[in-house]
């Protein structure tokens, strides 16, 4: 059955379209993908969405954007979408060898946590490396811990691993934070956290099978000093890649792989192909900004239905 509309990606961006085309009679398909909620489902308390003056877990939100969005009938399959064909007017999707055609689709697929590219990191991954401090602090209790990165998604990582860790550096690569003040003051402000300026991490010393990281290959990039350091844990709080490898021949990217929009919309280069949130954003990248460019790929695309006259 060919759909009006199918939504791939499940984050605020993907629920809010789900959301707006189901109330416009629109039977949206929905694809959760591999991280069914986004990135808010890996985060603790949320104080900057508005509507919840007291905060809110960042799981809870999205089980509720997803119950929205079932209420008024969106169809919800757990389930990755791999592979997509926009050469036609006919556009086709594939999870696996399941093929899937719709006349409108909205990528939602958001964007993922940015790694340093060491062999050694993608050994240790799980052994002792992790880009998710939400998701594995719990793991460092009393555990000496380094965090790389100088923006607000390092400072949330250090913070949080303070509740755990018995002492949390930040290794930095300049001598100033792009973090916003606020959450710059609450890390620097922190009894227990240590910044290393000017410096980068070169190598992750340790093995899988004996118990993971065990030290740090440091340098510092001014005075070209290269030291070791112990470490029982490294989070990296690096920034995020877009999500948009399936799209790269089919639709417009920029060159750091976000994708293009056109018309102060959400249109993309194909017709009928639109895109919200992360996947489109490399500026705002807030949960909020990411449910209103739902909500507008919803009505971009609604409309676009409209002229089609089906
Ligand atoms: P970001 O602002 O792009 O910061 C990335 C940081 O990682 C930068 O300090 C950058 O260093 C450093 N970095 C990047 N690649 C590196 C590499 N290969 N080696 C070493 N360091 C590297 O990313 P973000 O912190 O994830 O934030 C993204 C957006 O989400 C921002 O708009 C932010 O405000 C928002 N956000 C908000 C919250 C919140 O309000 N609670 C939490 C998280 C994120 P340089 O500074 O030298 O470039």
């Not at 060159?255 to 929009?261: A, E, R, S, V």
Request: proline share 3%.
């Amino acid at each position: 059955m060919k759909r009006n509309i199918i939504i791939v990606g499940s984050g605020p961006s993907g629920y809010t379209a789900a959301l707006y085309a189901a109330r416009a009679n629109l039977n949206p398909l929905l694809f959760e993908g591999s991280q069914p909620g986004g990135q808010l489902t890996i985060t603790t308390d949320v104080e900057n969405y508005p509507g919840f003056p007291d905060g809110v877990m960042g799981p809870e939100l999205m089980d509720k954007f997803k119950n929205q969005a079932l209420r008024f009938g969106t169809e919800i399959k757990n389930k990755k979408i791999d592979k997509v064909d926009f050469s036609s007017d006919n556009l086709r999707l594939w999870s696996g060898s399941e093929e899937f055609s719709a006349h409108s689709v909205i990528i939602s697929t958001g964007a993922s946590a940015r790694l340093l590219g060491l062999e050694s990191e993608k050994k240790l991954m799980g052994y002792g490396v992790s880009a998710c401090a939400t998701c594995d602090a719990f793991f460092f209790k009393d555990k000496k811990v380094f965090v790389v990165g100088g923006g607000d998604s390092a400072m949330e990582e250090a913070i949080f691993l303070t509740k755990f860790a018995s002492s949390v550096t930040i290794i930095h690569r300049r001598d100033s934070f792009r973090a916003s003040k606020i959450m710059q003051d609450k890390a620097l402000n922190n009894d227990k956290i240590d910044v290393m300026w000017n410096s980068s991490v070169l190598d992750m010393i340790g093995e899988p099978e004996d118990g993971g990281l065990k030290s740090l290959l440091i340098e510092n990039v001014l005075e070209n000093k290269t030291f070791e350091v112990d470490a029982d844990g490294l989070f990296l709080g690096i920034g995020h890649t877009p999500n948009s490898e399936i799209f790269k021949d089919s639709i417009n990217l920029d060159d750091k792989g976000y994708i293009l929009t056109y018309n102060n919309s959400t249109e993309t280069s194909k017709k009928g192909v639109f895109a919200a949130g992360d996947i489109m954003d490399p500026i705002y990248r807030q949960a909020i900004t990411a449910a209103g460019s739902g909500c507008m790929a919803a009505l971009d695309a609604e409309r676009f239905l409209e002229n089609l006259h089906i």
